[in-house]
């Protein structure tokens, strides 16, 4: 493994940025980058941070904080842990860099520049004051495919287009929600003959951990989830249903009923939240007894079974907590009419 620093000076409320285009073998070719290189024999990670940020930028710092370890993996290039501070004091003039253009760039226009993706992990780790931390960022072909915060997986997400297809984007979860890109989920209703009134049908609703990131408490479709990056709507749904209830069945068993595109914007714990989801719907007719599922408690708080007209009614006047979309409540029944004219 190959050590490196990398420093993030600020100032007001912007960064110094290195634009790296004037080396032509460089890993981080046209890449936006902080300031920072490797470490020179008997160095600590304090005298490279000095040595490399006033080689590159003039700058003599004084006060700087070391904030985590990256260890950065990229295709068959060494392997590096850099070593990732910041520093909000210094002195001196800023000069010209060998290595590319130095710029102020203000903290809140650091998406519109060509980043490398997991570096949008820890800006925000950065920018929520996180405590020390260790983030693996792993890439092939420059398209992050692993990261992992304090050795704990996280979830990463195809950014997809209008059709639901991948874009080739792949972003951490809570960025894609902070952000608002529209990603891929998959959403399984599932549905039996009423058993109150004659003729209807009833739909498995599930109230969601109080502990969830978003809509914690609320009523919702029967199972539904993110799809990972690299993975099928199906196989998803299929994943879900037995995680999250214990239901294993077919893959023929789901009835595909349509896509639905949603946006929504709220906050949760103090965080704002930016959902555009793609998702494939499916229906399921199952007469399950509750007692009978094997629920995730971390995810769902509890399940009932409720009228599809009495969810309809409710949904549509707010009578309930919930975080179901009329249209895509409204496609159920459609298909549910459909079914009843066969």
Known sequence: MTLTTLCYIEKEDSYLML?????????????WIGIGGHFES????????????????????????????VTFLCDDITDYYMCLYT????????????????????????TELNLWEGDLIFFRLLEEDAPFFSLKLCYRN??????????KPLELLDIVDSHGCPTGLIRERSLVHLYGNRHRTSHVWIVRPGKTKKGGYDILLQKRSASKDSFPGCYDISSAGH?????????????ELKEELGIAVHEQELEPIGCYDSVFQSEFHGRPFHNHEYSAVFMLYLDADIPSMSIQKEEVEAVIWMDYE????????????????????????????????E
Request: hydrophobic share 35%; net charge negative.
């Open 310 to 341: 009495e969810c309809l009614e409710g949904v549509r006047k707010n009578t309930f907590s919930h975080c179901i979309f009329l249209e895509e409540l409204e496609m159920v029944g459609r298909a549910l009419g459909n079914h009843k004219a």
């Open 227 to 239: 799809i990972p990056a690299g993975q099928d709507y199906l196989p998803s749904a299929l994943r």
């Open 142 to 151: 420059n398209v992050l495919l692993e990261a992992a915060l304090d050795g």
């Open 19 to 31: 634009h790296r285009i004037k080396k032509e073998k460089d890993i981080n070719k046209d890449k």
């Open 87 to 110: 520093a909000d004091s210094f002195s001196g003039t800023l000069k010209s860099c060998s290595e590319g253009t130095l710029e102020w760039v203000s903290k809140n226009k650091l």
């Open 42 to 69: 008997g160095e600590s990670p304090e005298e490279c941070l000095l040595r490399e940020a006033f080689e590159e930028t003039g700058l003599t710092l004084h006060s700087y904080r070391f904030r985590g370890i």
